[in-house]
């Protein structure tokens, strides 16, 4: 079946640096969504991308989906405390099917 | 409602004993997902609701797990003879047909002991 893996499971930054996440799917998706899960909170809907190749931002979030539609990957710049928690990216083979999570990248912000 | 509403919050039950957890979706969304997230896990998907379509349960883990839903709304997520590992959050998530993004509930925090 299909799998989405994420990397890193963990990253630790002092405040004012980058991140990244890394989301790879086994087959070809027809959207990837992106999602945050504070500490002690359920996941929240940040981005749906669906074009190939398509790249979009929201302030110091960038969203970026593969060419073939099989990865994807969230940028924050110049990070800060209110954007620690959990980042899932999600996707399904088709609209309509299950959505598959992968298990997360946990960001953990000092300042 | 306005939100995706599950009930109970916390629930703390006998290895053995059967639990039932509810799910009351946003009004509209046809669609209906619960899964299930272990402590500091990623999101096990367990089975999806689509209008009255069969639901897809492949996610299950094994028979004493089901789930149903009834009038389209409401959905009631069962556990037989719970066993430890069943130790989780539940969580519900429901979407409008006409869109991917899934709107979820606070969960449901199931410790067996």
């Known amino acids: 079946g299909q799998q989405v893996m994420q990397i890193p499971q963990y990253q630790h930054v002092q405040e004012g640096e980058d991140f990244t996440t890394y989301c790879n799917s086994s087959t070809t998706l027809s959207n990837i969504q992106w999602y945050k899960q504070r500490p002690g909170g359920h996941p929240v809907f940040l981005i749906q991308?669906?074009?190939?190749?398509e790249v979009k931002k929201q302030k110091r979030l960038t969203f970026q989906f593969g060419e073939a539609k099989k990865n994807s990957s969230l940028h924050i710049t110049a990070t800060q405390t209110t954007d620690v928690g959990t980042y899932f990216c999600?996707?399904?083979?088709?609209?309509?099917?299950?959505?598959?999570f992968g298990k997360g990248t946990s960001l953990l912000v000092t300042p | 409602g306005a939100g995706v509403s599950q009930s109970p919050s916390n629930k703390v039950t006998e290895k053995g004993k059967d639990v039932e957890l509810r799910c009351d979706p946003i009004?509209?969304?046809?669609?209906l997902y619960w899964y299930r997230q272990s402590l500091g896990q990623g999101l096990e998907f367990l089975i999806y609701?689509?209008?009255?379509?069969?639901?897809?349960k492949s996610g299950l883990p094994s028979d004493r797990f089901s789930a149903e839903r009834t009038g389209g709304s409401v959905s009631t997520l069962t556990i037989q003879r719970t066993q430890q590992e069943d130790s989780a959050v539940y969580l519900c998530a429901s979407r409008y047909s006409g869109a991917n993004v899934l709107t979820f509930g606070a969960g449901s925090r199931l410790t067996v002991l």
């Open positions: 999600a996707g399904s083979p088709n609209s309509g099917y299950a959505l598959n």
């Open positions: 009004s509209g969304h046809t669609a």
């Open positions: 991308l669906v074009k190939s190749g």
């Open positions: 609701f689509q209008g009255n379509s069969a639901p897809d």
